[in-house]
């Protein structure tokens, strides 16, 4: 049942995105506003280090449906297309760890939108998931030759009565954005946290 209330709330959290992002892709184009780093004031920094280069793992290849974008899974893992209604790509271990991928257009946003405005979009969606948020700070990040923005999150489940960790990469080519969030409980981080990014930095596009 705990795990059905996460799944739900997940679901509810990722529409809430979309719609916000939508918004947020509307806005920039009517007033062709191109949001700082001064945005993100409200980051800290965390003691917990963010891998910022892709892993040479070795694994099962999963792939998006149309064939474009890949995730390397390490042995225990599988393909989940459930985890978020937008994701491209899912897997998970069996309820936890995480990691989905998103794709965006970027004909969706303004001229000169970034990687960094992508990410700043995330933060009201993760306030209605988690009470009290704390963001870590951001950090460049290279994924087999995409470049972007890379952060950690912590948070209490709205869901449940346990803190989770989040760590979520927006990197980009000439056509499109991709998200890349990977989560587990935040007991578990000592744990998960380099599989977990190992996977997420195994991210490839076609």
Do not use: H
């Amino acid at each position: 049942m705990k795990n059905n209330k996460i799944y739900s709330t997940l679901i509810v959290a990722m529409l809430l995105l979309a719609i916000i992002l939508t918004l947020t892709a509307c806005n920039a184009k009517k007033t062709n506003m191109n949001t700082t780093n001064n945005n993100t004031t409200s980051e800290i920094s965390t003691t917990s280090e963010i891998s910022t280069t892709a892993s040479s793992t070795t694994g099962t290849l999963i792939k998006s449906s149309d064939g474009k974008m890949s995730l390397t899974l390490q042995a225990g893992w599988e393909k989940n297309m459930t985890l978020w209604p937008t994701a491209q790509i899912g897997a998970s271990k069996s309820n936890l760890p995480n990691v989905i991928v998103i794709r965006k257009p970027k004909t969706n946003f303004a001229a000169g939108y970034s990687t960094d405005n992508f990410l700043t979009g995330y933060q009201p969606v993760f306030s209605a998931l988690l009470n009290s948020p704390v963001w870590g700070q951001r950090s460049s990040i290279t994924i087999n030759g995409l470049s972007g923005i890379t952060t950690k999150l912590t948070g209490k489940s709205k869901a449940r009565n346990e803190f989770l960790v989040y760590w979520i990469s927006v990197v980009s080519d000439k056509s499109n954005f991709y998200e890349i969030v990977g989560w587990t409980l935040e007991s578990s981080e000592g744990s998960d946290s380099a599989l977990v990014q190992g996977i997420m930095n195994s991210f490839m596009v076609y």
